[in-house]
């Protein structure tokens, strides 16, 4: 008999209903013949395995099972338990029965829950036996699992179930209670860590009404802290392996350190570098050790790059637990992708284990990852994440994927349209959608979002999809949501960035018009429209692309709103990358799978002449020039700029713009073209981020007036004109004059005189090559005209004589 932890674990919730018959003096005898203690009544406990880090050595792991068995009490065993609670029951206990009046212990290889081998023994009926925990009645809060005085606490929500089972997998050798929906246990001398639970939750199976019950599912606890599973990022031997929740309550606090304090960046003066963990250090090209590559301690040895970058926050796509071999569940057209973007989250509140080092696991992904916000915040650097509470992994109803909410309470956790049998509403285009504004679900977001400031000192959020966290909870759109309202005015919350992506699937697109009390910024998908037009040479698009370069007042000059409240960006994850942006007119994406129906097809892109990768000398030229002038053109707008990681080389996806399931070179951060690029490409990006940061003028608190700067235009009427240049005052003399001309030819124009006692000195002209495209000190011999090349910015700096 082969069992795996859900068999057992469904044996241990079938044997409590013959538990109540057995008597308080019966004693539970393990293949050892160690007494266990006595257990509260309905607790079944399976027999003991050991976790092995051998997966393919069966002999092994059955031999050092057996040394357990003649071990003493305190060998390292886990027991399966399962407890079985009903909303009829009324308050735990300590009368001892046990299991049913004949038990004994039979022994079988299984899979524990890392599919590794292990030697198990379990249950059967024979002897008497006598199980050994004592549980109480516990308390409704804190949600999750948590250590209190005379044990753990488990505590769920769960307005529609019948009956809830609490399952649990130990490392060493009841009844719930429920008032307001809220199912809560405390047992007695559990350990304080490397426990493994889960539930199994009954309730009813109309879906019409919107419910999706299956006790005999496995489901994660929405709270718990820890999330374990597979260890290895990508572990094709183990793709179809369980998760669960997991605690610890036994390793001493992180230290951050009697110094530290986090960089406390104004809004203003941020760049911002949007990254993938895993994708960032994963290549072999980053020359790091085997086993920290794609990890948190990986991300640590590459902080000089960001340091000589110029950035100082970096926005992490998600790095809460995901399912990364979630498409290969079932055969279908995506079956060969692995999920690298991790836009499919299994829970909120734990750290991607696969992030971890070594394998190390949950535990060890916590730790780890703080050590990264650490070092981060140690070099001047903020931490943002991105985070996704629009949808989570478990899918649609045709093909769902049910680890948590939907066999918890779908009709809480997830908006449904009862006038159309229950199904799923999808705002998302993934399947489902949470009901943010639900009670319950708003205090859960609330809940993670406090967690990972308080326990992880991040220091933001932006907000994936952020318009379905504006819906309510039949999806009509809300004035006043109330989840945005609490984010915004949480007081743990008050110092972190928040940013939102104002759209979602369902058409609600609320850019410049997000729900924001003042707090709230967006990415602003005009500004990335905008500039990309006008850059290729898009007719009449001057005057948009001057609005868009001054902050967007047209969006943002609202109430008490900033320029801050602009994220600025031209190149996102999704989407091309920059150096695709200039290379391709079409997405080419026919390695997703989906018959190229996937991806934005409006992309704004042009290819400078050819379609894809290319020798020719020239359009290379103009590809790499087109690059700078983007990269210039963010860097000086009004607004917070974020860039793309790998943008600082000319990474390629060859097209593909849609690359969330490429677990290679693709999406990949190739170290060596950036060594390639570093004296040219490179360079002019690094450079043009850290003059930024040294001038006040492109760093406004507050939106342009006219005295702040000098349009040297007169004909914003004209249709075709293509070039734009104006000055931006600075109130101690030092000027900037930048002129862009997307035309296909030279433009003579006029330079301003400078401020007095001051002269112009050219910092900035795309036409040339490296390193004359950007010379931070300036050079003289700038006269009274300048000739503008065709595709080029210039930047000219008024300096003291």
């Avoid at 079985?84 to 300590?94: A, D, L």
Wanted: net charge negative.
């Amino acid at each position: 008999m082969i069992l795996n932890l859900d068999d057992a674990l469904e044996k241990a919730t079938t044997t409590c209903k013959d538990m109540r018959r057995l008597h308080s003096n019966d004693t539970v005898h393990v293949a050892d013949k160690t007494p266990c203690r006595p257990f509260s009544p309905e607790i079944v406990i399976l027999e003991s395995r050991l976790l092995t880090d051998k997966s393919d050595d069966i002999r092994k792991t059955a031999a050092a099972a057996e040394a357990t068995k003649k071990s003493s009490a305190g060998s390292s065993r886990v027991l399966d338990v399962g407890l079985k609670f009903s909303k009829q029951s009324s308050g735990g206990g300590s009368s001892g029965r046990g299991l049913s009046s004949k038990a004994r212990a039979k022994t079988t290889t299984a899979l524990n829950v890392y599919g590794r081998r292990a030697h198990e023994s379990v249950l059967e009926e024979e002897a008497p036996q006598k199980l050994g925990f004592k549980t109480f009645p516990g308390q409704a809060f804190p949600f999750g699992a948590s250590q209190v005085e005379n044990g753990i606490n488990f505590a769920i929500f769960s307005q529609h179930a019948t009956a809830v089972t609490l399952c649990l997998s130990l490392p060493q050798g009841g009844k719930f209670e429920r008032p307001d929906d809220v199912w809560h246990i405390c047992i007695e001398d559990l350990p304080r860590d490397d426990v493994l639970y889960g539930y199994k939750i009954d309730g009813p199976r109309d879906w019409r009404q919107g419910h999706r019950f299956d006790s005999s599912i496995m489901l994660i606890d929405p709270y718990a802290k820890l999330v374990d599973g597979r260890r290895f990022f990508g572990d094709a031997s183990q793709k179809l392996s369980k998760f669960y929740g997991t605690y610890d309550f036994d390793s001493l606090p992180f230290d951050w350190g009697d110094n530290y304090t986090p960089p406390n960046i104004p809004e203003k003066d941020l760049v911002i570098y949007e990254m993938n963990v895993r994708a960032f250090t994963a290549d072999k090209s980053s020359g790091l050790d085997p086993n920290i590559r794609g990890s948190y301690l990986g991300l640590i040895e590459k902080i000089p790059h960001l340091l000589e970058l110029g950035v100082n926050a970096v926005e992490l796509l998600p790095v809460f637990e995901f399912d990364e071999f979630e498409f290969q569940r079932r055969p279908n057209p995506r079956d060969h992708l692995i999920n690298t973007w991790g836009y499919s989250t299994i829970n909120f509140f734990a750290p991607m284990n696969r992030y971890a080092s070594r394998g190390g696991g949950p535990r060890n992904a916590s730790w780890e990852f703080k050590e990264m916000v650490k070092a981060l915040h140690g070099a001047g650097i903020e931490v943002i994440l991105d985070v996704v509470f629009n949808h989570t992994n478990e899918a649609d109803d045709k093909n769902p994927y049910t680890t948590s909410f939907r066999g918890i309470d779908n009709k809480v956790y997830y908006m449904v349209d009862l006038n159309n049998n229950g199904q799923l509403l999808n705002f998302s285009g993934c399947g489902n959608t949470l009901n943010c504004n639900h009670p319950v679900v708003m205090e859960l977001i609330l809940d993670s979002l406090r967690h990972w400031v308080i326990e992880y000192h991040v220091d933001g959020f932006r907000f994936d999809l952020a318009s379905v966290l504006c819906r309510g909870t039949d999806g009509s759109p809300l004035d006043a949501p109330p989840l945005i309202r609490a984010i915004a005015k949480d007081s743990i919350l008050s110092s972190c960035k928040i940013i939102a992506e104002p759209w979602d699937c369902g058409g609600l697109y609320l850019v410049g018009k997000f729900p924001n009390w003042d707090r709230w910024a967006e990415w602003n998908g005009k500004y990335r429209d905008d500039i990309r037009k006008f850059i290729k040479g898009d007719s009449g698009m001057k005057g948009s692309f001057a609005t868009r370069v001054a902050g967007s007042a047209d969006l943002y000059k609202v109430h008490k709103r900033k320029p801050c409240h602009s994220v600025n960006f031209v190149i996102a994850h999704d989407g091309f990358t920059l150096r695709d942006l200039v290379s391709y007119n079409f997405k080419h994406n026919d390695a997703n799978g989906e018959g190229g129906n996937d991806g934005c097809n409006d992309n704004f892109s042009w290819n400078c002449g050819f379609e894809g990768e290319t020798d020719d000398h020239n359009i290379k030229a103009l590809r790499f020039r087109q690059m700078k002038n983007f990269h210039l053109a963010l860097m000086i707008s009004q607004g917070i700029p974020m860039m793309l990681m790998g943008d600082e080389y000319g990474h390629t996806r060859y097209g593909n713009n849609n690359s969330y399931g490429h677990d290679t070179s693709m999406n990949n951060f190739q170290w060596g073209l950036l060594d390639a690029e570093k004296s040219s490409h490179f360079r002019f990006f690094s450079e043009a981020i850290k003059f930024r940061q040294t001038h006040q003028v492109f760093t406004r608190d507050n939106f342009l007036s006219k005295n702040d700067v000098t349009w040297h235009e007169n004909n914003w009427d004209n249709h075709e004109s293509k070039f734009l240049a104006f000055t931006l005052h600075d109130k101690n003399g030092g000027d900037v004059y930048l002129a862009f001309n997307a035309h296909d030819y030279f433009v003579k124009v006029s330079i301003p005189p400078p401020p007095p006692k001051r002269r112009w000195l050219r910092v900035v002209d795309t036409n040339f090559e490296s390193p004359d495209d950007f010379v931070p000190q300036g050079l003289p011999g700038i006269g009274s005209t300048y000739n503008v090349a065709p595709y080029s910015s210039i930047l000219l700096e008024a300096k003291l004589t």
